[in-house]
């Protein structure tokens, strides 16, 4: 297996402060010029100036591993050198196309066909959105209503779908739609069923019983309050939600009674797909097939806006113009992702993103251990340590926020996720190799000692 290593950056080194002079000041002028919504410079103060595979360099030329990648867009790392090849010779020819059919536009499409379980790929359409995931769960909500007639929508708590008005309607977090009125009426949020700990403190037996019974006994009882929803959406893998997977059993009775009732099953995976959990969806390993699957971020490999839905053609149903969008031509991003698609075929990339999951998990392990570490999960190369006060159970959000910040001073770039912060999250790229992904291990495991002592926890 080729797995492509960086050219030029090929180990972390940080020598300056954080953040250095540089930084600081274009930090500064963006406090000034910037939307106040801005987050991750915030939790992570640097300017980065370039970068190569599974690494960047900030203006003031310190090197970081980073495992936040886009927040999962650049699934082959930073400028992949062969698909930076592919946008310079695309970019000459055709960069915005409207829905106008093009040969670079059908390739992709062969390409992401061909990605389906073979049941699938003679099944689904797909429907170009705008440039954003949430823009493809817009999509598919609206799908289901004009294709049901119906207007509720079942949701899970934890999830997370977007900013955008539907997006963030259907998304558990409350802290951004608080403050906004009139959002999407008809949405009903329902416990979600994790592989790990429950949110409600349940048995996993009883979490099984309990969250897939109370949705069952709400959709089918003439009194539960809820009419019969055009959909439901999940995650299977919660990412922004702190990493969490759902439990297969729980997943596949939600499957059941979608089908049972005619109601249609949208699945979120713009974080999960495209390889990240080890297969091309995440669906194929909770064996069903949903009626609508929603992908974008790494769809172009090199990070790329792009995003669609996949949805059975027996729900074709649009009428020309009903959902459109400016930026859904995008023809770079369409030449990277079909070569994304050979690449990872070609370097047997999901493959590696199995056997670097199991490494995650054996080098994690010893975390296990400690009475502030409440979980280690992760599927593929999606994983978070969950980190809570073992004497209240309460995240421990000042700890998370310790260890990413010394683990990005040792070089490594963490993002936070989950209830308040208390989820400590990586995303490598799907082709990071086996020493790098043991040198960003061997900064996790360190930056969690010392914050436990910075913190006198320990």
């Known amino acids: 297996m080729t797995i492509h290593a960086p050219d030029v950056l090929t180990r972390p080194h940080v020598g300056s402060d954080l953040p250095g002079p540089r930084s600081a000041e274009l930090l500064a002028r963006q406090e000034q010029r910037e939307s106040n919504a801005r987050t991750y410079p915030r939790n ?57 059919p093009t040969p670079v536009k059908d390739a992709f499409i062969d390409a992401q066909l061909s990605m389906l379980p073979p049941t699938l790929r003679d099944e689904m359409k797909i429907h170009f959105c705008g440039p954003t995931g949430a823009n493809g769960v817009e999509a598919a909500l609206k799908l289901a209503k004009v294709v049901t007639g119906r207007s509720e929508v079942i949701s899970f708590q934890g999830g997370f779908h977007g900013s955008t008005h539907a997006a963030m309607s259907v998304t558990g977090l409350v802290s951004p739609k608080a403050p906004v009125g009139n959002r999407m009426p008809g949405v009903h949020f329902f416990p979600y069923c994790s592989a790990a700990h429950c949110a409600e403190g349940l048995t996993p037996d009883s979490c099984l019983s309990d969250c897939a019974g109370f949705l069952e006994r709400s959709l089918r009882d003439p009194n539960g309050g809820i009419p019969l929803p055009a959909a439901v959406i999940l995650e299977l893998v919660q990412g922004e939600g702190g990493v969490v997977p759902a439990r297969k059993e729980f997943v596949q009775r939600v499957r059941e009674l979608t089908r049972e009732l005619g109601i249609l099953m949208i699945v979120d995976e713009v974080q999960t797909g495209c390889g990240r959990t080890g297969t091309w969806f995440a669906f194929e390993q909770y064996e069903i097939e949903p009626d609508v699957v929603v992908a974008s971020k790494a769809l172009s490999g090199i990070g790329l806006p792009i995003s669609l839905i996949f949805y059975n053609r027996a729900l074709d149903q649009w009428k020309p113009g009903a959902h459109i969008g400016t930026f859904r031509g995008n023809q770079l991003a369409f030449a990277t992702g079909a070569e994304a698609v050979r690449i990872v075929r070609r370097d047997d990339v999901l493959a590696n993103v199995r056997d670097r999951g199991e490494q995650v998990a054996e080098r994690l392990a010893p975390l296990k251990n400690q009475a502030w570490v409440r979980d280690v999960r992760g599927l593929g190369l999606m994983w978070g340590v969950e980190l809570a006060d073992p004497a209240t159970g309460k995240p421990a959000t000042a700890l998370g926020k310790a260890v990413q910040r010394i683990a990005l001073r040792n070089g490594l770039i963490l993002e936070l996720g989950g209830r308040h912060d208390g989820v400590v999250r990586m995303l490598p790229p799907l082709n990071v190799t086996a020493e790098v992904l043991d040198t960003a291990c061997d900064i996790f495991l360190d930056a969690v000692d010392t914050a436990l002592k910075e913190l006198e926890l320990s």
Not at 49 to 78: M, P, Q
């Open 44 to 100: 992570l103060p640097i300017a980065i100036a370039e970068g190569t595979g599974s690494f960047v360099r900030d203006v003031d030329g310190n090197v970081f591993i980073d495992f936040l990648t886009g927040a999962g867009v650049l699934s082959l790392g930073h400028n992949h050198p062969e698909l930076v090849e592919v946008v310079a010779r695309q970019a000459s020819v055709l960069v915005h196309g409207l829905d106008f």
